[in-house]
């Protein structure tokens, strides 16, 4: 008797989730209208291209380490070495 209302369990289950997709295919909803995709200010002529700047020269890395981290301690703790260098 248990497996018996169990089954009918899943069959309506089952029912009511195919009777509810079959319901949505068959009824779309209001497909979302698309906007025309404007096109570039500057392609189109309503604003002026501003000129191209030179190209900035690179700034060369500093030297030291600005805000305090250091990146090679980190790794080396990761690896396990120690930390401070023996003392001689």
Known sequence: M????LGLFVAACAGIVGL???DRLSHP???PVRRAALAEP???????AAPKAAAVAAKPAAAAIPNGFDT?????????????????
């Open 20 to 22: 509810v997709s079959a």
């Open 2 to 5: 248990r497996n018996l209302s």
């Open 29 to 31: 909803g209001n497909l």
């Open 72 to 88: 090679e301690r980190l790794h080396a703790l990761m690896r396990g070495d120690p930390i401070m260098p023996s003392r001689r």
């Open 42 to 48: 500057s392609a189109t002529g309503s604003i002026a």
